[in-house]
């Protein structure tokens, strides 16, 4: 499904104007839909990054990202923003009526801060780039629900905290099993899970954890970052123990690891390593004698969460090869592949046909991202993962 060519011609015309109010739009938007719902601020949208301004930079993105795609079709890039979304959506349990929410409050910010310029015509015209992407959305969804076997929005369920380890100083693991003692669902390696904790103040917030575990197993395994200002993950880290429930729910995330025989190249910093643990136990468990090279950037070996996992799991792969870079490297000089500073790509052998998984902040990926298109990597060969707000989809 397309605009029609008349939408088209609209959108092309007025896409600089709508783009540069964006922002602007979003601000107003989300005060007027948390006023007219507030359970959706309370039980639904991460507080942290509203307050932030982190949500509206994301959603500022996203449309403008995607009616610039319609006027300019590039289907590739559409599918992985839409696909990144609807992963995100399902692991929420969003539902298609919560659709029609958003677009009232929306579209009535669209014409509080664009005034006159809101034509009957150019409110038709964005009227139908919003449905096309609500429903390309939806459909994506209730895809997602029926191959995980789940009606759309049941998505949660309660499991237990069997152990819980300490990674580094500021993170720890939580191994997570059902309370009856069944094996919790498989799952595709670099997947997440989305947490919902009950806070003090009665809201239930929403985070979403990797899963780091190896993606058979009986059990699953998350690991928590305790970061300055991090609600969720300040609370899990300090409150969560063995024997407590908590609510997860079922696994989403399109950063799959691919099958075949293409090298891999796995690139994280900082916590971003879970997805890439989880990746490398999967590879591990099915000895996989394919080019892997693994690169991870961090403070220090001290506050690498994870760090004696992964050189474990490197070991066990027989064409696998690990560098490493610290900001503040300590007394660990004289290691091989062990790098002083911030990680540099440039100089990094890569296979042609090499597929990169990134995870870790913002800007580390985009820095990571421009290298590897500089040294001609494809676009479509670099893949990532960010938990919050998704700024990559207005990156070219």
Not at 52 to 60: F, R, T, V
Not at 257 to 282: D, F, K, Q, R, Y
């Amino acid at each position: 499904m397309t605009l029609s060519p008349a939408t088209t011609e609209i959108i092309r015309a007025t896409l600089p104007a709508v783009g540069a109010a964006i922002e602007e739009i979003a601000s107003v938007f989300y005060p007027k839909m948390f006023a007219a719902h507030p359970e959706l601020e309370r039980d639904l949208f991460n507080r942290g990054n509203q307050s932030q301004g982190e949500q509206q930079k994301a959603l500022a993105g996203s449309i403008a990202a995607f009616a610039a795609l319609q006027v300019g079709p590039d289907a590739g890039r559409t599918d992985m923003i839409m696909s990144r979304i609807a992963h995100k959506h399902v692991s929420l349990g969003i539902t298609p009526d919560q659709y029609k929410i958003v677009h009232e409050h929306l579209f009535a910010a669209i014409v509080e801060v664009l005034g006159e310029a809101v034509t009957a015509e150019v409110a038709a015209a964005w009227d139908e780039v919003y449905w096309l992407m609500a429903n390309t959305l939806i459909r994506m969804e209730e895809g997602l629900y029926a191959e995980a076997g789940l009606a759309p929005g049941d998505v949660w369920r309660t499991v237990t905290v069997a152990r819980r380890v300490l990674q580094s100083a500021d993170t720890v693991s939580f191994i997570l099993a059902s309370p009856d003692g069944s094996p919790l669902p498989d799952y595709l390696p670099g997947q997440y899970i989305s947490v919902q904790i009950p806070m003090a103040d009665g809201a239930r917030q929403i985070r979403q954890y990797s899963l780091v575990g190896a993606p058979t197993a009986s059990d699953w395994q998350i690991s928590v970052k305790s970061v300055v200002g991090g609600e969720m993950s300040n609370h899990l880290y300090r409150n969560v123990f063995e024997g407590d429930e908590i609510s997860v729910s079922h696994p989403a995330g399109d950063l799959v690891l691919e099958e075949g025989a293409a090298p891999l190249l796995l690139v994280s910093a900082g916590i971003g390593c879970t997805p890439m643990i989880g990746m490398l136990n999967h590879l591990a468990d099915t000895a996989d004698a394919r080019a892997i090279s693994v690169v991870h950037a961090d403070r220090s070996p001290a506050q690498h969460a994870h760090r004696a996992e992964l050189t474990e799991l490197v070991q066990r792969l027989p064409a696998a090869a690990m560098h490493r870079w610290y900001e503040d490297l300590g007394a660990n000089t004289g290691v091989d592949n062990v790098n002083s500073g911030r990680a540099d790509l440039s100089a990094l052998e890569i296979a042609d046909g090499t597929q990169v998984y990134l995870c870790g902040p913002m800007p580390f990926m985009l820095s990571v991202r421009e290298t590897l298109l500089a040294r001609e990597i494809p676009a479509a060969s670099i893949h990532y993962e960010v938990f919050g707000p998704d700024s990559w989809a207005g990156a070219r």
